[in-house]
């Protein structure tokens, strides 16, 4: 499985960006696919999932204006982000599990993608 991100970039506070991932397998076989994001010194944390039964699951701290979606036919991925802020900076992973169903909850997930940076300053 290969998952390929792009759409990161820099935008000022408040700005929005639309994060797309394509895989090169069927989606809809999958148990989950999710987005994580990481920071200079930061863990990694888990943005946002989207499990096989459509429930969308977001960290507390995203709530505000993330919205995940796929589209099956099309094999992608998107994290719609809204009212962006600079400690959203980060490189932005696509992430699919295929074989075990844990790994949507511990974010272990089995594929990942490569990253893409969303920069957010004025």
């Known amino acids: 499985v290969q998952l390929g991100e792009s759409g990161g970039g820099s935008v000022q506070p408040g700005g929005s960006l639309t994060l797309s991932c394509v895989a090169n397998?069927?989606?809809?076989?999958?148990?989950?696919m999710g987005w994580s994001r990481q920071a200079p010194v930061k863990e990694r944390e888990v943005v946002a999932r989207?499990?096989?039964?459509?429930?969308?699951i977001y960290a507390d701290s995203d709530k505000r204006g993330f919205i995940i979606s796929q589209e099956n036919r099309k094999n992608t991925l998107y994290l719609k982000m809204n009212d962006l802020k600079s400690e959203d900076t980060a490189m932005y992973y696509c992430?699919?599990?295929?074989?075990?169903?844990?790994?949507?909850?511990?974010?272990?997930?089995?594929?990942w993608g490569h990253g893409t940076q969303v920069t957010v300053s004025s």
């Open positions: 992430a699919a599990e295929f074989g075990d169903y844990d790994h949507c909850f511990d974010g272990n997930f089995m594929h």
């Open positions: 397998t069927l989606i809809a076989n999958s148990y989950c």
């Open positions: 989207l499990q096989n039964d459509r429930t969308t």
